[in-house]
């Protein structure tokens, strides 16, 4: 089935360590987002990228950085610098930038702190 | 900058009942407009979109909305819930032209009670 996969489902992280949330597609789409969610405030974008090894930051990417070395994966990792991780962290894809763009979300990985 | 405001955070309703899940945006240019849906502990699926043309969309399991440009506005409508539609719902926003991100509200949650 073609799809996206994000892995693991529920990460914990202890205090100063980086952890790395895995996003893999088969979808063969160029595009590939990351969105971390938290309760009552939407879907806020971390970084997305258009194309392999090409990366943007979005609206809140400190604390975070990402990698694009194969169309099918696009990790996120949460750095130690990230002080509020805890959250619903969602990867999304899609198959072109432009009005008829649908984005395509895997399930998520919900990252908390101990 | 486009921005989107969903101005109910929780709705509930009773089974059979109909539905009105109230978006308004500000965009100082043109956009397209979505309502993505979110069932618990999942990713996001699209509902509909408005792209241009008719400005009453049609989309998946029974639901419609209507574009107002005047009054800004793009509320989404089911004449009657089922228990299975209980869910988050997110509109969203991406300005026409360029490569321009899509911009998400806050959501809304719904509950249908029996």
């Known amino acids: 089935d073609g799809g996206i996969t994000q892995s693991p489902k529920y990460l914990f992280r202890k205090e100063g360590q980086n952890v790395t949330l895995s996003c893999e597609q088969n979808?063969?789409?160029?595009?590939m987002y990351w969105y971390r969610q938290d309760p009552g405030q939407g879907l806020r974008l971390i970084y997305y990228?258009?194309?392999?090894?090409?990366?943007q930051k979005g609206d809140i990417a400190e604390g975070y950085s990402v990698s694009r070395e194969k169309k099918e994966s696009f990790p996120l990792t949460v750095t130690s610098a990230q002080k509020n991780p805890t959250a619903f962290y969602l990867c999304?894809?899609?198959?072109?930038?432009?009005?008829?763009?649908?984005?395509?979300f895997g399930s998520g990985t919900q990252l908390s702190v101990l | 900058a486009q921005s989107v405001t969903q101005l109910d955070s929780q709705v509930p309703v009773f089974e059979e009942a109909p539905v009105e899940l109230r978006c308004n945006y500000s965009?100082?240019?043109?956009?397209?407009l979505f309502w993505y849906v979110q069932y618990p502990n999942q990713g996001l699926q699209l509902l509909l979109k408005y792209l241009s043309g008719s400005t009453l969309v049609k989309g998946i399991n029974g639901f419609e909305a209507e574009f107002n440009k005047s009054q800004t506005s793009f509320h989404l409508r089911k004449p009657s819930v089922h228990i299975s539609d209980t869910a988050e719902y997110f509109c969203a926003v991406k300005a026409q032209g360029g490569s321009e991100k899509l911009v998400f509200g806050k959501g809304t949650k719904l509950t249908v009670n029996p």
């Open positions: 965009s100082s240019v043109s956009v397209y």
């Open positions: 999304a894809s899609s198959i072109a930038r432009g009005p008829n763009e649908k984005l395509f």
């Open positions: 990228s258009q194309i392999v090894n090409d990366f």
């Open positions: 979808l063969n789409h160029d595009a």
